[in-house]
């Protein structure tokens, strides 16, 4: 299994720990479980794994998803696919798909819904049993789990989470609890399309003789929140020569938006909230956070180098993608789907990970965007739950030959990667994973907190001050607050 799902399991573990009220823990498969399909989770490694099936009599496996537009970078491509089109991701799927439906003889098809929360509340108040998974967005799930609106997962006894298609350092990172209420690995790819990363146009690059050999600074450790701003102040000029920055005029450092606040502190090691033996410990008020966020917010508002394209009133593509693709900023800080959007742009352009706060900072940090990441769930309500887990299961297994190398070897590393140094990029980003607990329980209210304080006067601390209880009592609600 690829290291690019650590970071967004890293990111599970932590909303594991924090559901332990949500269901009883049960650590053990359980016995009818067990008994009914044979089912074991110690494989010997002399022998070869062979996930286990049944026959579900031609049965119709639905996986809820979000409609998303169709040209939409997060539409989601890795559960179905109908016939093979000579795309590496779709088809990948498609075989996949075929194998498991011969397996299990069954029909996968995927539900979409324009706001699947409502609905898998609605679906599990009225037990109507409309799908069997759902794959959605992390942030969306954690509320979810703490509704008891889903299964945990462990509970059934028909998933390997110690083996590679899973991410080990997730099942590592759970240990305190034991419970699982969603889970990620080969299985899909939003995960690694909603890592933040850091583009840089090659072109505009070429043309100041000051900047630095980004690839270069990354492999030392040198990639800093400094040298990110200095060469974006270097790279920003006044096109028209009015003495006034506009956002279609003139040409950017650096290209972002407001979610790039809470991105940065959490992959600056400074995480507003901290899990220590299962317990939250409130870290928005230490003094390194605050100073962390004192240089991101010096980065993020500067007006004569970086646009916040969510500032301007105008859409992600004209503020933000266009100007890129037109050598008109340096840096667009944005995550990796992005990438794919863009693999028709003029210019070569390189992906680095998010920088450091500074050189003391032993690694990089990589956090996926909390809304946009998505793991697997099984609704409480389900038709048969252990059925479902045994199909999960084996196209976990099935993806990790299949889908993984496409999307990660094929379309990322091969098509759309411009160079050897980006692919190395993309190892480090995918390999530097944390977790923001803050970001995935965004109804906590920090997140939102740090967007809102870089749209004005620097208040951070005052503004903490003022919100500490409401922050306290969100997390409260949430069981963890011994």
Known sequence: ????????????????????????????????????????????EAEEYKPVTKNCGGYEFRVLIRNFNADSSWLIKD?????????????????????????????????????????????V????????????GISDLASLSNEDALIELNSLGCF????????????????????????LGDINISDNNASWSVLFNKELHKQYRTLNDYYAVVKSGEWTLDIL????????????????????????????????????LASSGNLPLVLKDGEIIYNLNSES?????GKIYNLLTDKNCALMYDSTGKTWTESAQTPFMSRRALFFMTPIATVSTIRDMNDDFGILPLPKLDEKQENYASVIQYNNGTAYSIPNNGNDAYQTGL????????????????????????????????????????????????????????????????????????????????????????????
């Not at 690019?4 to 823990?25: D, F, G």
């Not at 390997?160 to 609890?177: H, P, Q, V, Y």
């Not at 590393?413 to 990029?425: F, N, V």
Request: proline share 1%; glycine share 6%; with cysteine.
């Open 125 to 136: 108040m009225s037990g109507d049993s409309s799908f069997d998974a759902i794959q959605h």
């Open 229 to 264: 701003h200095t060469d974006a102040k270097a790279a920003s000029s006044d096109l028209d020569g009015d003495q006034n920055m506009i956002w279609d005029k003139d040409q950017w450092g650096l290209i972002g938006q407001y979610r790039c606040a809470p991105a940065l």
């Open 1 to 44: 299994m690829l290291n690019s799902k650590r970071t967004a399991n890293l990111i599970l573990a932590a909303i594991l720990i924090a559901s332990q009220t949500a269901c009883a823990t049960n650590s053990e498969p359980s016995d009818t479980a067990d008994k009914e399909e044979g089912f074991s989770s110690e494989v010997s």
């Open 391 to 482: 199909i999960l299961e084996a196209l976990a297994f099935e993806s990790k030959s299949t889908l993984t190398p496409a999307y990660y070897d094929v379309t990322l590393k091969r098509k759309i990667g411009r160079d050897d140094e980006s692919s190395e990029m993309l190892d480090i980003i995918f390999s530097s994973g944390v977790f923001d607990y803050s970001q995935t329980y965004s109804s906590i209210g920090i997140t939102q907190f740090l967007m809102d304080s870089c749209k004005g006067e620097n208040n951070f601390a005052s503004g903490e001050a003022s919100k500490r209880s409401m922050f306290l009592s969100e997390i409260g609600k949430l069981g963890n607050t011994d």
């Open 289 to 293: 956070v605050v100073d962390a966020f």
């Open 79 to 123: 559960i179905f696919s109908d016939v093979e089109n000579g795309d590496a991701i779709n088809d990948a799927v498609y075989k996949r798909n075929l194998k498991i439906s011969e397996n299990f003889n069954i029909k996968i098809s995927e539900i979409k819904n324009d706001n699947v929360v409502s609905f898998v509340r609605s679906d």
């Open 160 to 183: 390997n989470f110690d083996r590679e298609w899973w991410d080990t350092a997730m099942m590592e990172s759970i240990g305190l609890s034991g419970e699982i209420y969603f889970a």
